[in-house]
């Protein structure tokens, strides 16, 4: 790859982690397909995958079924999720200089809940992509005893 080639992907990279608004509209939540089927009939899944993303973006230890979607799922009961998943969307506009609102938020969560979750885990991927990301630190080493 030759140094212009590189300096237009750093520039790119840039525009998408420097980006102070979603790069994905909620409107655009019907591709993946697949995304969309998982967030509007099995939505803890998909909670689940994207805050696992937020932790860890290589997603070496992910498990579909986890303490996110575990708790997505118990207050989705009473239709609480919404309330969490407004919380979680705010941690994540923070973490990537988002615009936005916890009003905003809320609103979102509470009325498109699915199309926020298709927003969240694409935007949650765009940006821990590892040429967007950058150098990402690989698991320590152990040494066995």
């Given at each position: 790859m030759g140094d212009f080639e590189k300096q237009v992907r750093s520039g790119e990279a840039q525009q998408v982690t420097r980006n102070p608004d979603w790069n994905y509209s909620l409107c655009?939540?019907?591709?993946?397909?697949?995304?969309?089927l998982t967030s509007c009939f099995l939505p803890c899944l998909a909670f689940g995958k994207t805050q696992s993303r937020l932790q860890n973006p290589s997603l070496g230890d992910y498990s579909a079924i986890n303490g996110e979607c575990a708790i997505y799922t118990v207050l989705?009961?009473?239709?609480?999720?919404?309330?969490?998943?407004?919380?979680?969307?705010?941690?994540?506009?923070?973490k990537y200089g988002i615009r936005g609102s916890c009003c905003g938020d809320c609103c979102a969560t509470f009325w498109c809940g699915c199309c926020t979750l298709v927003q969240e885990e694409k935007e949650a991927e765009l940006r821990t992509r590892p040429e967007v990301a950058g150098y990402q630190m690989g698991p320590q080493m152990m040494y066995s005893r």
């Open positions: 655009d939540c019907c591709s993946p397909g697949s995304l969309c989705s009961f009473g239709y609480l999720h919404w309330i969490y998943q407004t919380i979680k969307r705010g941690e994540m506009r923070q």
